[in-house]
């Protein structure tokens, strides 16, 4: 069983409250953020006349967070095996018992998704809201989520009902860590 996060890209309208959800939900500092909400856009100028028209000028939103990936980096180079991936769920975790706050997860992890928590020495992440998925809830930035942009699952079953598709820019290629992420691209988004 591997959960995973889905998110449709051509519906995001980049309001963060899955950002907020988060940051409220994990009592996390205003600098950290386990979920984010990034802008990807690009083009050109070309002229035309006497003036400069846009070519090919695109914008999207991307709504990150750790993609628990089924290969992660950040476990592979842990010196105390304080990350782990949890054999039942494919979640990736933190145990702050074991965590030297060395940051090697976080130089490691490809998608900035692990943080150092100054006041404490360790290392912090998402964490799937497992508290809330073990009482049969959502994570809360699936539950806030105005525009039904996120969903989450078992990653088999949402590459059944979305595609497998997880390759967006400006996100690394999957085969470096195999997320266990799956995006309904926007229609502009580089691939």
């Known amino acids: 069983k591997q959960l995973a996060f889905y998110f449709d890209a051509s519906a995001c309208t980049a309001c963060r409250a899955c950002q907020a959800a988060c940051m409220d939900r994990a009592n996390l500092d205003e600098e950290v953020r386990?979920?984010?909400?990034?802008?990807y856009g690009g083009g050109s100028w070309v002229p035309h006349g006497n003036t400069m028209v846009p070519n090919h000028v695109f914008n999207y939103s991307l709504s990150l967070s750790?993609?628990?990936?089924?290969d992660p980096a950040c476990v592979a180079v842990c010196p105390t095996t304080a990350l782990y991936k949890r054999?039942?769920?494919?979640?990736?975790l933190v145990d702050a018992t074991k965590c030297i706050g060395c940051r090697y997860c976080e130089w490691a992890c490809p998608y900035g998704a692990v943080h150092f928590d100054a006041v404490t020495g360790v290392m912090t992440k998402c964490d799937f809201c497992n508290d809330l998925l073990a009482k049969g809830g959502k994570p809360a930035c699936v539950e806030a989520c105005v525009m039904?942009?996120?969903?989450f699952g078992e990653l088999e079953e949402l590459q059944a009902k979305h595609g497998s598709f997880n390759e967006i820019a400006p996100l690394p290629k999957s085969d470096l860590t195999q997320p266990s992420f799956v995006v309904t691209p926007h229609r502009h988004a580089e691939v």
């Open 148 to 151: 039904r942009c996120l969903d």
């Open 66 to 70: 750790c993609m628990h990936c089924q």
């Open 34 to 39: 386990w979920r984010k909400v990034v802008q």
């Open 87 to 92: 054999a039942e769920d494919g979640i990736v």
